[in-house]
Nanobody, 124 residues
Framework: QLQLVESGGGLVQPGGSLRLSCAASGFTLGYYAIGWFRQAPGKEREGVSCIGSSGGGTNYADSVKGRFTITRDNAKNTVYLQMNSLKPEDTAVYYC?????????????????WGQGTQVTVSS
């Protein structure tokens, strides 16, 4: 059993912040690169950010650079996405995913294990 569970989503006003968590069970997260992805209704799933297995390398989509920060705590088997200065266009279901590689990448098709998603809604 390899499972990822996202949490921390909710409704927030523009300019607000949220921190998403991705907790792993059934495997050791430290051996996997982790990505955060999002999908809005009627749109393709897109990569938001990812982090290498050791935490040494990160990538961000241009749309979130400077606003979002990805971190991991392998001792807690958890990856986080801190989202600041949120915009209405950030509204989507956010997913975390894992792949058995040290380096991360943003294309969703490169990931094997997925969480169920958590809804983020940015609205006044």
């Amino acid at each position: 059993q390899l499972q990822l569970v996202e949490s921390g989503g909710g409704l927030v006003q523009p300019g607000g912040s949220l921190r998403l968590s991705c907790a792993a069970s059934g495997f050791t997260l430290g051996y996997y690169a982790i990505g955060w992805f999002r999908q809005a209704p009627g749109k393709e799933r897109e990569g938001v950010s990812c982090i290498g297995s050791s935490g040494g390398g990160t990538n961000y989509a241009d749309s979130v650079k400077g606003r979002f920060t990805i971190t991991r705590d392998n001792a807690k088997n958890t990856v986080y996405l801190q989202m600041n200065s949120l915009k209405p266009e950030d509204t989507a279901v956010y997913y975390c995913a894992a792949r058995a590689f040290r380096v991360c990448a943003l294309p969703p098709t490169l990931y094997d294990y997925w969480g169920q998603g958590t809804q983020v809604t940015v609205s006044s």
